[in-house]
């Protein structure tokens, strides 16, 4: 990483897990990308589990981007009809981190294989604010939170608040 371009930036995280089927307590990944913000030093200001709705994920994701800087939406990313996250956050998006995406799908490729082109991983840019939609499985929050979003956070708030 070229250090010239990294800004001092105090990074703020907010995860939105998306399910119907789990709750605060059973929300594993969610539980996960926490554990992966403290060891990396980032504080937790907002943290919900909602439904697959378009609205609910809207509401919140509004909600987190005036507190934070580095939102994880995980779950509601595959292909089932409820699964929405991607429907809901693509449209707000005003810069779109189109490589995250792509290294997302190369990376689980290695542990998956071909299934790793079912996931519509997406990121981007809101107010020159970070937002990561990504698979709510363990297995995928690990590898996009620890390997792609926390050794590049400073480096894409640095360029989205120049």
Known sequence: MNREHVKPIAIVGGIITVSTTRNKESDTSGKTIQALFAGAKIPIKHYVVIPDTIEDIRFELSKALK???CIILDGGTGLTPDDVTIEAVSPLLEKKIDGFGELFRMKSYD???TSAMLSRAVAGTIQGKAVFCIPGSTAAVIL?????IIPEISHI???ANK
């Open 67 to 69: 507190i934070c800087n």
């Open 111 to 113: 542990e998956i294989g």
């Open 157 to 159: 708030l640095s360029h």
């Open 144 to 148: 996009a939170t620890k390997t792609l």
